[in-house]
Structures are given as structure tokens and as C-alpha cells.
């Protein structure tokens, strides 16, 4: 066989070849991988570049979006604030309103009270009920004095006949008037001091026997028609001696007197200034009696005053008028002590 024999040149030339391959090699490697990975790179700036689009849409959309919440606060804040306004002024409106119905009321007010003030002397008459068949007693107390006389005047003119509850002072004289124009005399007490009169049962006894007297002395007639202090119902003798008048108008009935409490009063005694309406107000009959007992006071000049329509309206409504005696039947108050 023949052997070659591989000089130093030669190796020299094969080391330079394999070099030479290996960087060829290599380079054309190298490039591939350079090209591969120039294409990931590519891909991936597309990639970033589409996120980055997606990132500015999804900005876009959120400003948007925070435009129109803000849009939809101003105009939520736009419409309260009108709103706001709005009932502000229907306030206002209101206010003035109610202005306006006060000054009209204070307006009312003012000419009712110039209106109230004068009529006490011509009292307007309401339409008489009829009530034919029943009976009204006019009942004076406290009295005689200064008006009862012109009080008999007024019952002379229309007819009519009254009892009269009397009490001492000065003018016991009027008594005998009384009686002679033919009027019923009761006996209410000697002395009108509710302390004194009801202090005990002795005490109201010794009242009740001296104005008996006087009006025995004045008059020459012996009573039995009565009317307590107060009337029956009377509260204010608690305070002197509890039960009084429990035992009173029991005790009054066995010594042979009769009592009178009223069902319809003319005010004079709370200084009412509508007496006549008062009176028309009580009469009505409400729980069905066919009598009336008015109590009334003839040391009052509203009394005297308010008399004639009084009596006008009972006779208009058709009423016999009528005096107490020891044989009227008449419920009387509720005892309270
Ligand atoms: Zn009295």
C-alpha cells in the first residue's frame, strides 16, 4: 500500500480548511438563529404593539366613561339644585300665603270685637222652637235690688209671673213688692258667704231660719220654697264640712221645705254678655222635660236688660210661664258633696 505521507504544510492546510468549515458552519448557524430570532422579536413588537392599541382603546373607553359620570353628576347636581329652587320658592309662596290669612284674620278678629262690643243691649232673637204644652219658671236670686224693680215693671208689662229666691240687704222693702204683684218669694240665704253658710248643718239652719224671718217680717208670708247657695250640686261646701249637702237636702225635705236647683241658666252670673242666646241655648228640651227652671240674678243689669227678649222668645215659642210651688215636680241636681 501506499503511504502518504501528510507533510506539515499539509496539516497546516487541513487545520485552516476545518477552521474555515467550522466558521462557516457556524456563521450560517448563527445566521438562522439570528433570522429566528429576529422573527420572535417581531413577533413580539407585534404583539406589544397590539397590547399597547388594546391598553389606548380601554383608556379611550375609561375616559369616556369618566366624561359621562361626570356629565351625569353635573346633571344629577343641575336637576337637585332646580329642584332646591324650586321648592324654595313654593316655600316663599307658601309664606306668603299664610301672611296674608293672618292679616285677614287679625282683620276678621278686630271687626268682630268692634261688632261684639255694642250688641249687648239689642241681643239678636234666633227662630222660636214651639213648644207648646211646656213650661218655663223665670227664677231670680240674690236679690231685691236696685233692678228688681224695674225687673216687676218688665214681668207687669208682658203678664208674667216669677219666683223670687231672695237674700238680706238693702233693699228687703222690694220684697213686699214682690210678693203683692203676685210673684213667688223663695228663701236662698241670709247671708251669700258660702264659708259661713255651710260651715255645719247648724249653721245653714240658723241662715235659713233668720231670712225666713225677714221675709215673714216684710211680707207676712211663711216660705218653703228654697234654693241652696250654689244650687244642690254645689262643690265649694267640701271645703267647710264634707257631706253637707248629702245630708242638707235630705234634712231640708223633712222640716217640710222644697228645693229648687235650675236646668238652664242666662249666664249673668259668669258675666256672660249673650244671655239671651244663652237662655234660647238651654231651652231647647234636650233630654225631653216639659219644664224649665231658668235661674237668673236680679241684682245683674244684664238681667234686667235682656228680660224682655227672653220673655218675647218663650211666648213666641208658645210657653206658659209658671211659679214654684211646694207641689212642682222638678228633678234637681246631682249631689257632689
Ligand atoms: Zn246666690
Redesign the pocket.
Known sequence: MDIKVITKSDLIKYIALALAMILLISTVVLGVKNNNKNEEIEKLNSQLASGEQLLSEKQSEKDALEEEKNNLDKSYKDKLNNQKDENESIIDELNKKIDELNKKLSSKKSSKETTTKKPTKEPTMPTPVSSIGKTVYLTF??GPSQYTPEILDILDKYGVKATF?V?NGKYNHVMKDIVDRGHQIGL??YK?VYSEVYASDEAYFKDLKKISDVVKKQTGVETKIIRF??GGSNTISKKYSKGIMTRLTKSVVEKGYSYFDWNCSNGDADGANTVVKQVINCSQFPRGEKKIVVLM?DNKEITMKSLPKIIEYYKACGMEFGVLTESTEFTNHRVFN
Open positions: 236670686d240674690d229666691f237674700v236662698h240665704c251669700h247657695p250654689g240674678h
